[in-house]
């Protein structure tokens, strides 16, 4: 009896004893905690930059932890024995990946701009610019399409999308102004876009100079089908500024906002005005984008209609071969612009990646929220004496510039400008 009363008593004591000690771990577990988490083994950290988020509404000093690819952590001061690489971005700003809604990147050894010469490829200019997504402007159509994703979408390490063209084999050359009416499809083109919808973001409809209302209304029709906007690019001379935007719904996007050619009437009347029914179609919805190129941004359209409060929402380059080496530049430069015209650096930052993120219904793009793609600017202001061109060759002085210090591509850095991330030479 007192031998089972003595067992009894050291299996209580032993009980209580493991209890205590579970409760102690339990204790020390929370207490630890966010010690522990500190700990975690971040692939990359970027530490004391100006962090511009319009998706989060943040502009403030604060880290960036990146992992497996993606972002995994944002706050106020993330400790630097928590990461495998740490660079220190303090005086810079860190922007969501910037995204070129306007490009031509279908390069090819053909004339012209479909798998031709006059386009260029995507990584040749994009991730230099802080560009982390382009989208090709229907310089293919649901024909040509599958050729152009084999051989520049899938090999590049810029994201690239696309505007497809209500015409089935694309935008070749200045030659295509009046395609064959016979492969206007909208039954082809709403498939293609159901079959490569990760990568097709809408239609696109430009470059014919028939009277026939027939592309237009079918490429908005394939685009509403799909949910997909429609982006209205240039040379149409038949249709008016007024009717092509009337055709237009809420989300559709103008594209060479603010040129200033003898084909289309200007937005900007001759007493520098913002003609009325522009004013009216920003209010129903339509979207307008820069679309700079060679011959699509002047100083006389844009700086009046800024002033008046028609303000691009992104800033698509019309990027290819020829208008790089122009006026345009980059899309850094086209942001530049507007930057020394009086746009925030908040603003400007929001409609090179939220804005446009938006536009193109790629909500998961375009922003630093936690587990989003790791899809990261890191951007200098460069401040002195800058001229900045437009497309008719007229200059504005400007004391500040932009320029792409580092640009992450879904974790990785694909561009550094001045070593950040280089080894010290001893």
Request: charged residues 20%.
């Amino acid at each position: 009896m007192e031998n089972n009363l003595l067992q009894i008593g050291k299996y209580r004591f032993m009980n209580h004893v493991m209890m205590s000690l579970q409760r102690a771990s339990l204790m020390l577990f929370f207490l630890l905690s966010p010690f522990l988490s500190q700990a975690q083994d971040y692939d990359l950290l970027l530490k004391g930059g100006r962090l511009i988020d319009a998706k989060n509404k943040i502009d403030a000093i604060m880290d960036v932890a990146v992992k497996d690819g993606k972002i995994f952590r944002v706050a106020a001061d993330i400790p630097a024995s928590a990461a495998k690489k740490v660079l220190d971005v303090s005086g810079l700003i860190v922007a969501p990946g910037l995204i070129n809604i306007h490009t031509h990147v279908f390069a090819g050894s053909n004339s012209g701009f479909s798998d031709g010469q006059s386009s260029q490829l995507p990584d040749a200019f994009a991730i230099r610019s802080g560009i982390t997504t382009v989208v090709d402007a229907g310089t293919t159509g649901w024909r040509t399409f599958p050729d152009f994703k084999a051989k520049v979408i899938d090999p590049s390490i810029t994201r690239v999308l696309a505007w497809i063209n209500i015409f089935e084999t694309g935008f070749s050359s200045g030659s295509g102004f009046e395609p064959d009416m016979g492969t206007v499809s909208v039954q082809k083109t709403a498939e293609a876009i159901q079959k490569y919808k990760d990568y097709i973001v809408g239609t696109r409809v430009g470059h014919y100079k028939g009277k026939s209302w027939l592309p237009f209304e079918r490429a908005s029709e394939a685009a509403k089908i799909a949910n997909r906007p429609l982006f209205v690019e240039c040379h149409m001379p038949q249709y008016t500024l007024q009717e092509q935007l009337d055709h237009m719904r809420s989300g559709d996007i103008i594209t060479h906002s603010f040129e200033n050619v003898s084909e289309r009437m200007t937005v900007v009347d001759e007493q520098g005005k913002v003609r009325p029914f522009v004013l009216e179609a920003q209010k129903r919805g339509v979207l307008f984008d820069v679309g700079h190129g060679g011959a699509g941004f002047w100083f006389n359209q844009a700086i009046p209609a800024y002033n008046q409060g028609l303000w691009p929402n992104s800033f698509g380059t019309d990027e290819h071969r020829t208008s790089m080496n122009s006026g345009m530049k980059n899309m850094l430069n086209v942001m530049s612009k507007y930057l020394n015209i009086g746009m925030s650096i908040p603003e400007v930052i929001a409609r090179g990646s939220w804005n446009a993120a938006k536009s193109i219904k790629r909500e998961d793009l375009g922003n630093l929220s936690e587990s989003s793609v790791a899809d990261i600017a890191v951007l200098s202001i460069s401040n002195g004496k800058f001229g900045f061109v437009d497309s008719g060759q007229n200059r504005i002085e400007g004391d500040r510039k932009l320029e792409a210090e580092l640009t992450v591509r879904a974790g990785r850095i694909v561009w550094d400008l001045n070593g950040l991330a280089a080894n010290t030479y001893k």
